[in-house]
């Protein structure tokens, strides 16, 4: 997942800071780079569009494709109470963040990990160009098959067990874990439907392009925003999230326990189906 003893990615993270783009364009670039699928190609990708002098539509091509999670993500219908149950019985009655058990004043609740994007079910080839770079072209199908067909995805593969209480983690709140495994525990010898890594490892690749995204409004007014430009609107069916914990989990991706980064690193090699097929679980 990382690579930044390339020489590659290590010149073109240089060059995002050389650049002198307003403020946080450069972490959010840099956050494109790090946290992708192929970070080498990536940074390929950032090169040429700094180069292009386009780094300023980047940006907000990627604070668009972010936002269409965070801000305008539909959320997965609420699983039945049978499916709550087995979730729970799955994550071993703990937080999959914490690994916390559940008490009277923080209970746990079964929530999605990612509401689905379908915002980015686009036209615009730009958007389909950054998403390639950053997922690489199967991934991206795939995520384009989930959001166009939302009801063909089992509630197992996107809902996982979750603290009522935010998780604020940052440099000052690093993140208390019980256990030296805390997050995602495997217990498919249950017999129960496992989570879709590919969720997972996306919760990760963007929670801190995610951080970063949210804090744009309160820190800088000169990066255009593509999702409130009509060039770029999304479609009526897709209200805001009322819930996510894409922000919850970790500022950086490799600060999350050694558990959550095994899920992470599957997304890569999960299979990825054709657009013309069903969503299954691989």
Known sequence: ???????????VLALIEAVKLPHPSAALLACFVRDSVDP??????????LSAGEGHLLVSDWSYIVSSITENGL???????????AISKREGGKCCITGKAGTLWDPLVV??????????LTDQDRIMEVLDAFFTSGYREWWLAVARHPECVSPYYNHWLFEVQPVLIGPGNPIKVEGRYALLGDHSRLGIEKVDARFVGTHARLCRSMQVVASIPEM???ISYTTSSSMFKLPSHAPPSNTTTALSVASRPEEASDSYLRHAAQDRKAYVPTAGERLMHP
């Open 75 to 85: 959320r997965p219908p609420a699983p039945d109470a049978a499916a709550c149950s």
């Open 111 to 120: 929530v999605p990990i990612l509401p689905y994007p379908t915002g980015w």
């Open 220 to 222: 800088s007014s000169t």
């Open 40 to 49: 080498i190609a990536a940074a390929l990708y950032v090169r040429d569009k």
């Open 1 to 11: 997942m990382f690579a930044f003893t390339d020489p590659e990615v290590f010149n």
